[in-house]
């Protein structure tokens, strides 16, 4: 079982929605990032929380917004998204954002499937 | 600036055959840490291997082995007696080192599909 848990696996939302993926992890880790991966592409970096502060935004339109509420949830609203949003949205979480002794492991969920019609 | 490149796109083997996967990074920083990850249909990248720049020595974890090289910035991932289940998308990565640390930032190439025919 994965150790980060993405809600829901799917979602099918019209333009003008507004809907919520969620992310919870349980392994007592202080960073939790979003990752959007379009097909046959590689994951890329949307956000960074750092002890529930948003430490990295990486120029993400407003349509996105994420929130961290404790540090084992973290949520991404989703507004008037655009057809070119829909891809599978990873979560992920590690142990710190930075480390002295290295960089940390991402551990990461199985994704949230979106489709924007 | 620091980019990650995986030539190869698609690999298709039998089953047994050793398959190696090619990674060739950039980077300006002395101090990063390359990863390999395995995306299998299901979604989820799941972590094998994590190696900073200092430690040049190759890793051996039962079918799977790394090749470090930094003379040729390359980080080579090979698989022995591949497996039906080892079919996914593999991902190398890159994470570079700050002054106070290493950062979590990492930097995908754009992946290699292993394809294990039986």
């Known amino acids: 079982d994965t150790e980060v848990t993405q809600t829901p696996k799917h979602l099918v939302m019209g333009m003008t929605n507004k809907k919520s993926l969620k992310c919870e992890q349980h392994?007592?880790?202080?960073?939790m990032y979003w990752y959007k991966q379009k097909a046959k592409k590689p994951p890329e970096l949307m956000f960074v929380?750092?002890?529930?502060?948003?430490?990295i935004n990486e120029s993400v339109p407003s349509r996105f917004s994420p929130e961290c509420p404790n540090s084992s949830l973290l949520n991404l609203h989703l507004h008037a998204l655009q057809p070119e949003d829909s891809a599978l949205y990873l979560c992920?979480?590690?142990?710190?954002?930075?480390?002295?002794?290295?960089?940390?492991?991402?551990?990461f969920g199985a994704g949230s499937r979106l489709t924007v019609l | 600036a620091q980019k990650v490149t995986q030539a190869q796109t698609e690999i298709s083997v039998v089953e047994k055959e050793d398959v190696t996967l090619d990674c060739v990074y950039e980077?300006?920083?002395?101090?990063?840490?390359l990863f390999w990850y395995k995306q299998p249909p299901s979604g989820e990248l799941v972590f094998l291997i994590r190696r900073n720049s200092f430690d040049e020595q190759n890793e051996i974890s039962g079918r799977y082995s790394w090749n470090f090289q930094k003379s040729t910035s390359s980080f080579n991932f090979t698989i022995t007696a591949s497996q039906v289940v080892d079919s996914a998308v593999y991902f190398c990565?890159?994470?570079?080192?700050?002054?106070?640390?290493?950062?979590?930032?990492?930097?995908f190439g754009t992946g290699t599909l292993l394809a294990v025919q039986p």
């Open positions: 392994m007592g880790h202080r960073a």
């Open positions: 980077t300006r920083d002395t101090t990063y840490y």
């Open positions: 992920a979480s590690s142990q710190g954002v930075m480390s002295v002794r290295g960089a940390n492991v991402l551990t």
């Open positions: 990565a890159l994470s570079e080192g700050n002054y106070g640390g290493a950062t979590n930032k990492l930097i």
């Open positions: 929380y750092s002890y529930e502060k948003l430490s």
